[in-house]
């Protein structure tokens, strides 16, 4: 069973930069697409972007395109999100998900990912 973890969260000032980790057990993460969603208070968990296994960050969404973007590291099995020039609307719980043996990333749909990690906490503000 594949075990997920988040981490690299806190708070940070509009127009700063934060890097999370979505670190995995129990499975080898080249072996899956994983996806980062994020969800506010208040508010539907919205899919950000997905990093194939092939290491393409594709799927990013609007509101992060051209800020955000993903990256793998293999020997760490981990998978991390650069976030670039937050916003305060960039306040939510962080978190990865992993869907096996696919190439090319599935859409960012709750139904698409089968194991998620607990989730990180990001506060923009000053």
């Known amino acids: 069973q594949l075990q997920l973890v988040e981490s690299g969260g806190g708070l940070v000032q509009p127009g700063g930069s934060r890097n999370l980790s979505c670190a995995a057990s129990?499975?080898?993460?080249?072996?899956?697409?994983i996806g980062w969603f994020r969800q506010a208070p208040g508010k539907e968990r919205e899919g950000l972007l997905c990093?194939?296994?092939?290491?393409?960050?594709?799927n990013s969404a609007v509101s992060v395109k051209g800020r955000f973007t993903a990256s793998r590291d293999s020997a760490k099995n981990a998978v991390y999100l650069q976030m670039n020039s937050l916003r305060p609307e960039d306040t939510a719980v962080y978190s990865c998900?992993?869907?096996?043996?696919?190439?090319?990333?599935?859409?960012?749909?709750?139904?698409?990912?089968?194991?998620w990690g607990q989730g990180t906490q990001v506060t923009v503000s000053s």
């Open positions: 998900a992993a869907t096996y043996g696919t190439t090319f990333c599935p859409p960012l749909t709750i139904e698409e990912y089968d194991d």
């Open positions: 129990g499975g080898i993460l080249d072996y899956y697409a």
């Open positions: 990093i194939s296994t092939g290491g393409a960050v594709t």
